[in-house]
């Protein structure tokens, strides 16, 4: 099992709706960070935390919305999403510094 | 830019059967290296990774990495795989002290039959 626990495990929203994703950690970690994955490609960067501040937006778009609220936690806010937006969008963490991440099991994303 | 070469996109072996798939970057500076495994249904686990030091890295479950810095390779070796192995591997590279960018290869997806 993993660390890092992301909820929902899946959602399914029209592209009217406002719906938030979650990540949760307690390994004292002080970065997190947030992917997108397609089917059958690489998990893509999309935002990074460090100390709780965002340090990377790889230019996405401001549907997205991240917030991280504490140390522990980091969300998602989605808002107006497209269907292309449907994804599997997964969580990681990482010590800051050279260290390796560490990632949830993710939120498979349906827009209808 | 930095970015990861997986050429083997599909691999099919037999169970005992080895193991080697590529990966290579393009970077001009030092760089940190990984393998990662995604086992159908589960979550982006760490095989191993690459900081510094011994270029030969060995992770869990029996792999093991050598990094050539001449061929900006970092190829992933089982001497024998087995079932359970059937995986999606996706190599991934970042600077070196700045792991946050972290940047992923296309995968290869393999299939182990008994």
């Known amino acids: 099992d993993t660390e890092v626990t992301q909820t929902p495990k899946h959602l399914v929203m029209g592209m009217t709706n406002k719906k938030s994703l979650k990540c949760e950690q307690h390994m004292g970690h002080r970065a997190m960070y947030w992917y997108k994955q397609k089917a059958k490609k690489p998990p893509e960067l999309m935002f990074v935390?460090?100390?709780?501040?965002?340090?990377i937006n790889e230019s996405v778009p401001s549907r997205f919305s991240p917030e991280c609220p504490n140390s522990s936690l980091l969300n998602l806010h989605l808002h107006a999403l497209q269907p292309e937006d449907s994804a599997l969008y997964l969580c990681a963490s990482s010590q800051i510094g050279n260290q390796p991440q560490h990632f949830g099991d993710g939120t498979r994303l349906s827009i209808l | 830019a930095q970015s990861v070469s997986q050429h083997n996109h599909h691999v099919i072996l037999s169970e005992a059967a080895s193991l080697e798939l590529g990966c290579n970057y393009s970077y001009g500076g030092t760089v940190n290296l990984f393998w990662y495994v995604q086992y159908p249904g589960q979550h982006l686990q760490l095989l191993l990774k690459?900081?510094?030091?011994?270029?030969l890295v060995k992770g869990i479950k029996g792999f093991e990495a050598e990094f050539i810095k001449s061929k900006f390779s970092f190829n992933l070796r089982k001497p024998s795989v087995q079932w359970s192995d059937t995986a999606e591997y996706f190599c991934?590279?970042?600077?070196?002290?700045?792991?946050?960018?972290?940047?992923f290869g296309t995968g290869t997806r393999l299939q182990v039959f008994p």
């Open positions: 991934a590279v970042s600077r070196t002290y700045n792991t946050d960018k972290l940047i």
């Open positions: 935390y460090s100390y709780e501040k965002l340090s």
């Open positions: 690459y900081f510094s030091g011994d270029p």
